[in-house]
């Protein structure tokens, strides 16, 4: 496909426009106003909820060395598991519901990698922590991904390059593509615990509700908007195209859901279910408060980030200043607020809790400074029990 026409489809340029409320809101003085200012809106927006004491006991990451995809991505994996304390208590006799990142359509080769080596989840990644989880006793483990496609998970997942034989011959292993029903027979109605910042519940594939432990499994890349594209951000992609899609409203949607970027400013404006009110036109500030509801709705019990190969610049073969990047690690957390923070640190960004202004926000609000204000974990790196190898080891800077 040709690029200049995906770009066009997605419209992806810089957002700086805002709506007059959300100007109202945030004012023109906001980025430069300092932490002060940034807290008093906050306030102003929702009331602070206490971080509980499970997220507070969660919050510890491992970091392992991995340099490829070969038979030392389950070895990396099950080190950063055995620093956690091991899995096995989390995902013994449970359904593991396993969320891949499938960003984009069609799926490209870049920079002479392929996709699982760029922007999207490995399948080998997958294979290790399928096998993994069925070691420590899980009953089921399902892969789902909204994939713009009309064709089973599986043959998506032939797609982008996976072994999918290999992967279902490990035993109770299943698919299912995320976009529609699905095998479901009705949409879930997953409520966003109060007080929320943009939407009261969502409409979901049944998958996200028939599970008892739900695992991120993302890569380790910049996004456009939301700075950072990880264990967090991935679950935008949990919201079916036939609800949330610029083509909503019947079964064989595929679209992407640009509505949900800002009120219709990258896509068709549609009626979104479980919306408190009108989403304002600037999408750093929809974007990341869309991705702290959709956490609070479907919290992720474990986070894996794979930073074995990557991209920086972007999340997509459509972002601009986009290249490839090695930082040669596997992270894994209990908490996706905390195993994000450290995966931004890894990146090189100083501050996991840094405003919107601050590389890598530049285009929006910091997420995981949102969650922390939600109560879904900490990002502070002073809070956050690292393990493995530090991250001053590790560090590789995706921006200069």
């Known amino acids: 496909m040709d690029k200049k026409r995906v770009n066009d489809q997605f419209d992806m340029k810089p957002m700086y426009t805002c709506s007059r409320r959300g100007f109202l809101r945030w004012g023109v003085g906001m980025a430069v106003a300092g932490p002060w200012a940034l807290s008093h809106a906050l306030e102003a927006e929702i009331p602070a909820r206490p971080i509980p004491a499970e997220h507070l006991a969660n919050a510890k990451a491992a970091i392992a060395e991995c340099r490829g995809y070969g038979p030392e991505v389950k070895e990396s994996m099950k080190k950063c598991f055995d620093l956690l304390g091991g899995i096995g208590s989390l995902v013994k006799n449970k359904t593991v519901t396993v969320k891949v990142n499938f960003t984009g359509s069609p799926y490209e080769t870049l920079f002479g990698r392929p996709p699982g080596e760029t922007y999207l989840t490995h399948g080998a990644t997958a294979i290790a922590l399928a096998s993994l989880l069925l070691e420590e006793g899980a009953k089921r483990v399902r892969f789902v991904e909204c994939a713009y496609y009309r064709k089973s998970m599986e043959e998506v997942m032939e797609m982008v390059g996976w072994d999918v034989k290999s992967l279902l011959a490990l035993g109770n292993v299943e698919g299912e593509n995320t976009r529609n029903l699905g095998f479901g027979k009705k949409y879930s109605e997953i409520k966003v615990p109060e007080p929320g910042y943009l939407f009261h519940s969502f409409q979901l594939n049944h998958s996200y509700e028939d599970t008892d432990v739900l695992v991120s499994l993302a890569k380790l ?26 083509d909503a409203g019947t079964e064989d949607a595929i679209q992407a859901r640009g509505s949900m970027h800002g009120g219709g400013r990258w896509g068709k404006e549609i009626a979104l279910p479980g919306l408190k009110e009108k989403l304002s036109r600037d999408a750093g500030y929809v974007v990341p408060r869309v991705i702290v509801d959709l956490c609070a709705a479907c919290p992720v019990h474990l986070a894996v980030i794979d930073g074995i190969t990557s991209m920086s610049g972007g999340e997509g073969f459509w972002s601009r200043g986009i290249k490839p990047v090695t930082p040669g690690v596997l992270i894994a957390g209990l908490n996706p607020v905390s195993t994000d923070a450290v995966g931004l640190a890894v990146m090189g960004y100083p501050d996991p809790r840094a405003e919107r202004g601050t590389a890598p926000f530049e285009q929006g609000d910091n997420h995981l400074l949102l969650a922390e204000r939600a109560g879904l974990g900490t990002a502070d790196l002073a809070k956050i029990d690292v393990r493995g190898l530090p991250i001053e080891k590790v560090r590789y800077p995706f921006q200069s």
């Open 221 to 246: 890349k910049n996004h456009t908007i939301a700075g950072i594209t990880l264990s967090m951000k991935n679950l935008f992609g949990i919201t079916p195209c036939s609800i949330y899609g610029d």
